[in-house]
């Protein structure tokens, strides 16, 4: 009879669990598929909403460096009751 050394393998408690994926991505994945459930639910409000979101972002990605011109240079002073008086100047960077 032939005697083979017999392997030593770690019991499945030691070793490390594969495959196991963050909290965040299932927590993503439910996100994602209760948006998907309301948008499909409710398109009209969904289709309104990511407009106005659009129209939004426009506004502020043409707005912000209007304004910031306009405003160059410009000192502005407020009372804070309790504070005092807040100078705010607008510049570039």
Not at 13 to 28: D, K
Not at 35 to 42: G, M, P, R, T
Not at 61 to 82: I, N
Request: no cysteine.
């Amino acid at each position: 009879m032939i005697s083979r050394p017999h392997p030593q393998h770690d019991s499945p408690a030691r070793q490390p669990p594969t495959g196991v994926e963050p909290i965040t991505g299932g927590i993503a994945f439910v996100l994602a598929a209760l948006a998907l459930l309301v948008i499909a639910s409710y398109p009209v409000y969904a289709a309104a909403f990511g407009g106005a979101l659009a129209v939004a972002v426009a506004l502020v990605r043409v707005g912000g460096p209007a304004l910031g011109r306009r405003l160059h240079g410009r000192m502005t002073e407020l009372d804070v009751p309790g504070l005092g008086t807040v100078q705010i100047r607008v510049t570039a960077r």
